[in-house]
C-alpha cells in the first residue's frame, strides 16, 4: 500500500545551521506530496505542498522539490532559527480518488541559541 | 475565513465514560477527518466522512465512530474510554482533492 518514510528524529541543531529532513513515499500513482509542521501544543499547518513531478514547493524559507525518479520529498532550509522548533511530517494524497491522507511518522526538530 | 474550529479544547474523564469531541470545517469544506495523535506517537488516522457518509476507517475498534451532519459539522464518540485513549483528537477538513487544514485539537485525558 501507498506509505511516507521520514528520517528518523529527534534533529538537534544549532541556530543558522543547513536542515534537512528526508521523506520518501511508495504510491501506486501520482500523489500530491505535503510538509506538514506542527508547534509545541498546537494542530497541524500546512507548510508547503507539491502537486506533480520536479514541482518545488516553497514558504518561510522552506523548501522540497517532487523527485519522481527517486520518490522523494525532502525537506530544506538554509538557516534555521529556534522558532522552527517543532515537528514535522510529510504526507502524501493521491488524486485519482477520494483516499484518505497518509502521514509520515513525523521528526522532530530542536534548534538551540 | 474561520479555520477548522474543535471543542473542547481540553476534556476530562474516567475509565468506562463516554467522551463526544466537535469539529466544525472550514466553510465550503465537505471533508472531515480525524486522527488520534498520543504522546509521542504520530498521526493515527481514525475517521473520514464526506458528504455525510463514512469513506474510510482506520484500524481503531467499534467503540470509536462518529458521524457528519448535513451541514457538514462531525462529532467523535469514543465509548467505554480505556486510559489509553488519552491523547490529541485532530479534526482536519478538505474540498475535494486538495490539502488537509487543521484545528487546534482536542486534549482527552482518561484518568
Known amino acids: 500500500g501507498d506509505s511516507v518514510t521520514q528520517m528518523e528524529g529527534p534533529v538537534t541543531l544549532s541556530e543558522e545551521a543547513f536542515l534537512t529532513i528526508n521523506c520518501t513515499y511508495t504510491a501506486t500513482g501520482y500523489p500530491s506530496l505535503f510538509w506538514y509542521v506542527q508547534y509545541p501544543g498546537e494542530g497541524l499547518q500546512l507548510l508547503l505542498k507539491a502537486t506533480k513531478a520536479d514541482d518545488k514547493g516553497s514558504n518561510k524559507g522552506f523548501e522540497a522539490t517532487y523527485r519522481k525518479e527517486t520518490t522523494s520529498f525532502h525537506l530544506e532550509k538554509g538557516s534555521v532559527q529556534v522558532s522552527d522548533s517543532a515537528v514535522y511530517f510529510c504526507?502524501?494524497?493521491?488524486?485519482?480518488?477520494?483516499?484518505?491522507?497518509?502521514f509520515g511518522p513525523g521528526t522532530s526538530l530542536s534548534v538551540i541559541p | 475565513e474561520a479555520g477548522v474550529t474543535q471543542s473542547p479544547t481540553h476534556l476530562i474523564k474516567t475509565r468506562g465514560q463516554q467522551a463526544t469531541l466537535r469539529c466544525s470545517p472550514i466553510?465550503?469544506?465537505?471533508?472531515v477527518y480525524w486522527y488520534q495523535q498520543a504522546l509521542g506517537l504520530g498521526l493515527q488516522f481514525l475517521l473520514w466522512y464526506d458528504e455525510g457518509e463514512e469513506r474510510n476507517r482506520g484500524n481503531f475498534p467499534p467503540r470509536f465512530s462518529g458521524r457528519q451532519f448535513p451541514n457538514y459539522s462531525s462529532e467523535l464518540n469514543v465509548n467505554a474510554l480505556e486510559l489509553e485513549d488519552s491523547a490529541l483528537y485532530l479534526c482536519?477538513?478538505?474540498f475535494g482533492f486538495g490539502e488537509l487544514f487543521f484545528g487546534e485539537g482536542s486534549r482527552l485525558t482518561v484518568l
Open positions: 482536519a477538513s478538505s
Open positions: 466553510s465550503g469544506h465537505t471533508s
Open positions: 504526507a502524501l494524497k493521491m488524486k485519482t480518488s477520494y483516499d484518505k491522507v497518509i
